[in-house]
């Protein structure tokens, strides 16, 4: 059971360039979940999807992208890095309908820093 | 909106000393609340949950109970040991939206002593 896992674990990069943090479960799961993680902020979430090409922002939408053409895949992608973009970046995932207990299931995150 | 506030850390222990970690929240609808654990460079997960007043959750020694009156949900543990030495998080998912958000405080980091 390989769960959710998330790619590249460690990645640094450059002011303006783009990067895509990529997210995929073996769940089936229907929530997908982007969430950055700052020290004093705990989790925020960036954006989420409900199903396959259905997506929504979230609280800190701003210079982020995603989108969802398959229900296992969820990738993230900052078009323009900026150093304020440096966290550690956390994809969960959460069952629908009559299984849902409002768990979330997390990728074990990506740490991502601008430079 | 909705909120969690929880007490800040870091909180530091000897080991089988009592731990207490405060957690209150605001919500307009009937939330269901939780604990994640987050251990070192890992992702987090479910510690224990409550889905409605006066549940207790529980789950490897750790209880909290869901306190409508006090909106609070307090993370305690009787004795604690050296592999306790995580960041807590307390959260919420609301029910009246279907559960579609969970709401995160802080997160309070715990270090145990030997």
């Known amino acids: 059971d390989a769960g959710i896992t998330q790619s590249p674990r460690y990645k640094i990069t450059e002011t303006g360039r783009q990067v895509t943090l990529m997210c995929h479960q073996t769940?089936?799961?229907?929530?997908m979940f982007w969430y950055r993680q700052d020290l004093g902020h705990g989790l925020r979430l960036i954006y989420y999807?409900?199903?396959?090409?259905?997506?929504d922002k979230g609280e800190v939408p701003d210079g982020y992208v995603v989108s969802r053409s398959k229900t296992e895949n969820f990738p993230l992608t900052l078009e323009s890095a900026t150093r304020s973009q440096t966290s550690v970046y956390f994809c969960?995932?959460?069952?629908?309908?009559?299984?849902?207990?409002?768990?979330?299931?997390f990728g074990e995150g990506s740490r991502l820093t601008v430079l | 909106g909705d909120s969690v506030t929880q007490m800040e850390g870091p909180v530091t222990l000897s080991e089988e000393a009592f731990l207490t970690i405060n957690c209150t929240y605001t919500?307009?609808?009937?939330?269901?609340l939780f604990w994640y654990v987050q251990y070192p460079g890992e992702g987090l997960q479910l510690l224990l949950k409550?889905?409605?007043?006066?549940d207790k959750g529980s789950n490897k020694g750790f209880e909290a109970t869901y306190r409508k009156e006090t909106t609070s949900f307090h993370l305690e543990k009787g004795s604690v040991q050296v592999s306790d030495s995580a960041v807590y998080f307390c959260?919420?998912?609301?029910?009246?939206?279907?559960?579609?958000?969970?709401?995160f405080g802080a997160g309070t980091r715990l270090f145990v002593k030997a």
């Open positions: 919500a307009t609808g009937y939330p269901s």
């Open positions: 959260a919420l998912s609301d029910g009246n939206t279907g559960g579609f958000k969970t709401i």
């Open positions: 769940w089936s799961h229907s929530y």
């Open positions: 409550a889905t409605k007043a006066d």
């Open positions: 969960a995932s959460r069952r629908s309908g009559g299984a849902n207990t409002g768990e979330l299931f």
């Open positions: 999807s409900a199903a396959a090409d259905i997506t």
